[in-house]
């Protein structure tokens, strides 16, 4: 028999109370606090005071309680979804009224409506949990549901889930959540003409793999498919980044940068990106700290000085590990990263194919009999590269670009 402290004992009765969703925390709770408060208030006083003469019904429904939780709460659930709740809710409720129409016993009526309620959610692509609970009401609601017959499933149900929804839209245009949900991390670059995957998501987990894996899982997952592909996506970044966490921007940025200054002319910037076939440079003042980055988008617009036009640039630390500037780079955010030192003074940059040069070396690490790949910087995987395996590594680079 295990034995637990009373520390121990006290901390396993505090873990009851931690969040049982990935990704909460306090302040999302705050905030869905003040939205539900919020929604539900705007939701009963309007159906109150504007539309109560229409109905002997209540003006506002407990179904709403449950709908306001996931749309505050969980604003990025599928179940949370505008069409889920609208469409779950009225059709639910309708669902109710027709199956207390034919069957006379509550207790067996009520059973019938939810599971009912169920299939026609699930066949209309709007399942939402309070659909259950609108089935129900409209089943033992009393004399004054069963006089609105079924008008009740337009109001206050149907009329309660729209206003609900409003005011949900609006109050997370404020909230930092998207809603309508869509995925929260996006790839930047437009999805390419031949169908191909994302860059950062090639070599990787595919949609496919996401699908055969719920598929296996055998359970219903409250997250989307795109999210669930998105997520696993930046698992992979995040376990790149923690593998190879000793290799730093430092042991991989190219020195010796071209740079202009802020008050240089933009014909001299536009000739130094012809001439070293540049991307963007690194614009700094007078004290080599960095102030921005310009390119030929940014010259395009015009202007007396690169000042005018230029665009703000991607700075990190020479300590970072340089893995964590993967996603930024092959998601298309950026083609240059500036290295800077504390006082902000242009170190190196580190670009596409910097990154791709320490893959490279890498896998020739690998492809080394007797010898495993070292933990740690660039100069080690650097020796290794001689002959045509230096020059096949080049040329396969090449290619990538």
Not at 48 to 54: F, K
Not at 155 to 164: C, R, T
Not at 362 to 388: I, T, Y
Request: glycine letters at 8%; proline letters at 7%.
């Amino acid at each position: 028999m295990i034995i637990l402290s009373k520390k121990h004992r006290v901390r396993r009765h505090i873990a009851l109370f931690r969040p049982i969703l990935p990704g909460a925390n306090l302040q999302d709770r705050l905030v869905a606090c003040c939205g539900a408060l919020l929604g539900i208030a705007l939701t009963g006083l309007l159906c109150h005071n504007l539309l109560s003469s229409l109905s002997v019904a209540p003006a506002l429904v407990a179904p709403m309680g449950a709908s306001a939780v996931l749309l505050f709460a969980v604003p990025a659930s599928p179940l949370a979804q505008p069409w889920p709740i609208i469409g779950g809710n009225t059709l639910s409720a309708l669902v109710g009224v027709l199956i207390a129409a034919v069957i006379p016993d509550p207790m067996v009526a009520g059973a019938v409506a939810v599971a009912l309620a169920i299939v026609a959610m699930s066949l209309t692509r709007c399942l939402h949990p309070p659909g259950g609970a609108a089935a129900l009401t409209a089943v033992l609601g009393g004399p004054a549901v069963a006089t609105s017959g079924l008008g009740f499933a337009f109001f206050p149900v149907a009329v309660n889930s729209v206003l609900l929804v409003a005011a949900g839209w609006l109050f997370h245009r404020y909230s930092g959540h998207s809603y309508p949900h869509v995925p929260a991390i996006r790839p930047a670059t437009p999805q390419p003409a031949s169908g191909s995957p994302q860059p950062q998501l090639r070599g990787g987990v595919t949609a496919s793999d996401v699908d055969d894996a719920i598929q296996k899982l055998g359970e219903a997952l409250d997250v989307s498919r795109e999210d669930l592909g998105m997520l696993l996506a930046q698992a992979e970044l995040n376990a790149m980044e923690r593998l190879h966490a000793e290799v730093a921007c430092r042991d991989v940025m190219s020195t010796g940068v071209v740079a202009v200054t802020a008050n240089s002319s933009p014909d001299i910037a536009r000739a130094q990106l012809i001439a070293h076939a540049f991307h963007a440079l690194p614009v700094v003042d007078e004290r080599n700290v960095v102030v921005g980055a310009v390119g030929h988008a940014q010259l395009a617009q015009g202007g007396a000085r690169v000042a005018d036009v230029m665009a703000s640039a991607r700075l990190e630390a020479p300590d970072t590990p340089a893995f964590k500037l993967l996603g930024d780079l092959s998601e298309g955010r950026t083609r240059e990263v500036m290295i800077v030192d504390d006082d902000g003074k242009l170190l190196g940059v580190i670009t596409q194919t910097d990154l791709l040069m320490v893959l490279a070396r890498s896998a020739l690490s690998h492809s080394v009999p007797g010898e495993s790949q070292p933990r740690g910087g660039s100069a080690p995987l650097m020796k290794r590269q001689h002959g045509r395996d230096a020059a096949s590594a080049q040329m396969k680079l090449s290619e990538l670009q």
